[in-house]
């Protein structure tokens, strides 16, 4: 590799380096942050970076930040934390053999997750019976972590009595108790190469799980392998939580599956003499509600029905019509944050999901957008639209994904009157989509050498 690499292909090669993959919408904000990094250190070379790379720590964690996406504060994602704390804590703390219940916290950055999780636990009088680690790829971030300094940013979601009862202020800094910092343990680990289950290092037997905002960065093979990874390192009746930005792991791990307001929720079953059990009775959403536990096999039936009664049904349809028309006037960035506010309050609502999916897709964020659209075929696998623009996103980042997706179109829409409508499209037939489905494909297998459709 010379210095006149492509930028999106150096970026793909430094990426890989470090154990990421780019993700296509960063490519080319990742390829000019790594040209900063090597102008910077006087580096002039590509294939000299890439030398150095395996050396130079520092520079390693460099092009991480140059990769990842560094926004984190306390608290984030709300209704998670919720979830954690009326549903998840409880149950996990009743169900304790006597020793204490373990969560780890899988790419934790500089901290703010982990600690999040020893004050919630505190909170509710659970330190004693609670053990957290938390393990990321970056030194860099874990020394700050360690050091458990922040700012008034990383603390803009925390509760100003928080605030008080567990950070002393320093000038314009805040230090956390020192009480709170002895709770969790942190150590580096690259997700992407780690060798788990790994008893010998702690890394196993975890009641919960954070991993989010992780496996965006890794490509599709080690999130098949990792879901199976994250799944054996859970205890029995143990919790996993993603982001929503995520890809979904259910295909990869016989995971439990739920869908709560609080997004898509995985669970190891309990084995008892070799019957698999439902961990629990119910799962309880953010707001403290009962929900019946949905399973991999009825998960999208399941919500469907559910977001079709909801008494907010309108509410949610009356908003989508806003972002929809949002979206026509050419506002898509708009749309697609007024879409993710939405889906807040109606996590349940399959338009939404569509709706932020194609703003994302109109904005070039092909990555977001085909987990929005994901999402929508999870809760509702028949809506071609969905499949047909997941294909589109895909054409170029995993086109054997993208043909799957837009051979589904075919297969559903064939079975259709030609001129039926096809929800979610308001000015598109069957027949329409068939014929665009067919173009796509024929795209793509000319790409791949395999000839036309």
Known sequence: MTGHALPSKLADEVACRVGLSVPASRKGSVASAIARIMARRGIDDSSLLLLRL???????????????????????????????RQEIL???????DGGPTRIWSVGCATGEEPYSLAILCDEEGLSEEVRICAVDISRRALGTARAAEYGEWSLRNTDSKLKERYFTACEDRFRLNDRLRRQVDFAVLNLGEADLPAPERGLADFGLILCRNVLV???????????????????????????????????YAPFETGITPAGVVYRRMIVHRGVRKSPTSGIVSAQGQPKKPVTRTAAAQACVTDAQKAPGDQASRAIARNIRSRY????????????????????????LHFLQGLSQLADGETDAAAAALRRVVYLDSTL????????????HSDPEASLRALENVLQSCLSRPPQERVSLMANATAGDLVERARREIGKIRRRLGSGSR
């Open 328 to 351: 026509d006037m050419g506002e898509t960035r708009e749309a697609a944050c007024l879409a993710a506010q939405a889906i807040e309050s109606y996590p349940l609502s399959a338009e």
């Open 217 to 251: 960065y890794l490509d599709a093979s080690k999130v098949r392998r990792i879901a199976r990874q994250l799944f054996a390192c859970l205890a029995d009746g143990g919790w996993l939580l993603t982001a929503p930005t995520d890809p979904p792991l259910w295909k």
């Open 54 to 84: 395996g050396l130079d720590q520092d520079l390693a964690d460099d092009v991480i930040a140059a990769v990842t996406v560094g926004e984190t504060h306390f608290f984030r994602d709300p209704e998670q934390f919720q979830l954690i």
């Open 90 to 96: 409880p149950e996990l703390t009743r169900r304790t």
């Open 384 to 395: 071609s639209a969905a499949q047909f623009f997941l294909g589109i996103c895909l054409q």
